[in-house]
């Protein structure tokens, strides 16, 4: 479980100085898909970022499983975020010299997986091992970040904006196979969108305003990614 308690973060210095997290509070249960929900400025990406690990909070405390993870070391932090977190990103920063398996291997390394192929065939692209990241769609290559991070085995899945790059059919493609996945192997998924429909998909959705939580609600029913509006 993951748990931040009255979160705040600023950006800037002296006069320029403001905050962009305002006494966040939240809780993440094991196994769920909770969406962060919010329009451009409203501190989703600044909150995935902080929870993650990728950024530490200026005040508040975050928990993992009951370890405070404000405390650790950046060293410390390194290794929590190598063992146990995965991320995928708007961007799919992959490497260009690499193939399909080289990419995917190298979030694999981490972990000491050697079951990773497992996972390229799951995304769909047991066909195109050998192929670069220039000649693979947008969408292909997304699947290859996916790949990648899952291949960590990872406890929680973050995603920032994952779609926000792709067209409708291979967005929900890729959502079908993030969803299936987490079936499959029962991690918790993080999700920052501005796309209400996606929030359909989520067990919880938590909304985002001028750095505050304006709202908490769970779905009742979930919907699958060909069931959403777009």
Sequence with gaps: MIEAREITKFYGQGE?????LKNISLTIED?????ILGTSGSGKSTLLN???ALERPDGGSIFYDGEDITSLSDSELTRLRRDRIGFIFQQYYLLPNMNVV???????DLAGNRD???IIEAVGLGEKLKKYPGE???????RVSVARALAKKPRVLFLDEPTGALDEETGRQVL???CALQNEYGFTIVMV???QNIAEMADTVIKMNSGKISEIYTNDTRKNAYEIGW
């Excluded at 320029?16 to 962009?20: A, E, N």
């Excluded at 196994?31 to 969406?35: A, E, L, Q």
């Design 193 to 195: 969108t501005h796309n």
């Design 50 to 52: 902080t929870i993650s």
């Design 116 to 118: 990773y192929r497992e």
């Design 31 to 35: 196994g769920s898909f909770t969406v």
């Design 136 to 142: 693979l769609s947008g969408g292909e290559q997304q």
């Design 176 to 178: 079908d196979y993030i």
């Design 102 to 108: 080289q990419n995917v291997k190298m979030g694999a």
């Design 16 to 20: 320029s100085r403001f905050q962009v």
